[in-house]
């Protein structure tokens, strides 16, 4: 079958309409045109190859067959035959998930991070075959790996991960299986994309920004991700910044930022990291010095301390506010630095965040940028940014991949 290409220079457009309709479907053509400020017949020539290729389709959705009089058409994602795979490499524990392209979940396992990386890559691949063989009328298209640390420009390794002592993984060349008995399923042409875990979080938060947004704007923002670590994902113009070159991989690690000089010694090798004094592990140390363990001897974890805030401690309560106010010093060098002043924190340290909010508020506040500029600081989700994040990266690189293919296909 003959189909028409996609109009001249707007493969971008065509990629931020998929991600629109991603979030939102089933939409009208209509309120495509209307969310992407485009004329309703470019959004026409945009979607006739993607029908044609099968990637979506046209019904009136229940809810609308409901109204009185004719009911619009939506739009939606199809492809049922195929999923993806999900793969986050957390450092206490990874989870590993199948979905369709529409995000629909399939099936998810996850298991405490060995701390050798030869073996929990092991155990990655046993759950991504348990998986496949637990979908057999579906055909695996790509698998999404989201990593602890920076990755190469090509996304194929994990550089270094300072929480789990891994350095230069070969995390692609793991997962990829060559077993010709399994090949119906999962063979050497399914690509495996592997990206820095924050950089993944930024992709999760800007489909859920898509679904939520009333003005429909993809502005920038960027993205802090608080957990054992600290992370930092951009958003710029709708779309992720991974930065230029063969070091593009180190962006966005300002967890290793010094904000005390000779402070206390970080798993990266320096002194005085932002993520020893703002992450949600380090509330432990900042809760009880380096005595971490309650009287049971159990490990002090984030939330026994946010419980402890909520049940009205104030130790815990002044524990969650000088890491509100650390995490907002952090805060305010990035705004400086990059010129973004949207920021969305996401991560378990949002668990603490109305102890957590006002210090780091004001700490950003005594800033000359937090004077001079106007910022805003929003919490994201605690959860969910880790499997999510994974799967859309690889969902995302899908979806150009298959614009790419309708063109050439014209």
Known sequence: MTTKSIPAASDETTRNMLRVLRAVQPISRADLARRLELNRSTITEMVKPLLACGLLREAAPEQMRARLGRPPIGLSLREESKFFIGVNIGVRRSQVGAALVDGELLGEESFDTPSDSEAALTQVRASVERLCA?????????????VPGPTNAERTRLLFAPHLGWRDVAVAEALRITDPSRARILNHQVPVIVENDATAAAMYERRKRLRNSKDDELSDFVLVRVGTGIGVGLVIGGEVYRGTGTDGGLLGE?????????????????????????????????????????????????????????????????????????????????????????????????????????????????????????????????????????????????????????????
Request: charged share 20%; aromatic share 6%; hydrophobic share 45%.
């Open 254 to 410: 300002f967890g290793h930022m010094t904000i005390v000089a000779g402070g206390k010694s970080c798993a990266c090798g320096n002194r005085g990291c932002w993520e020893r004094y703002a992450s949600a592990s380090s509330a432990a140390t900042l809760y009880s010095g380096e005595r971490r363990h309650v009287s049971n001897g159990s490990s002090l974890r984030f939330v026994d301390i946010v419980s402890r805030a909520e049940a009205g401690e104030m130790r815990a309560q002044a524990t969650l506010e000088r890491i509100g106010d650390y995490l907002g010093i952090g805060i305010g060098n990035i705004i400086s630095g990059l010129g973004i002043a949207r920021i969305v924190v996401s991560g378990r340290i949002v668990f603490g965040w109305k102890f957590i909010k006002e210090p780091l508020h004001r700490a950003v506040a005594r800033t000359m940028v937090g004077r001079l500029a106007t910022w805003v600081v929003e919490s994201g989700e605690p959860t969910g940014a880790g499997l999510g994040g994974a799967l859309e990266v690889v969902i995302d690189q899908h979806l150009a991949t298959m614009v790419a293919q309708a063109r050439s296909a014209a």
């Open 134 to 146: 637990s979908l057999p009328h579906r055909t695996l298209s790509a698998i999404g790996v989201s």
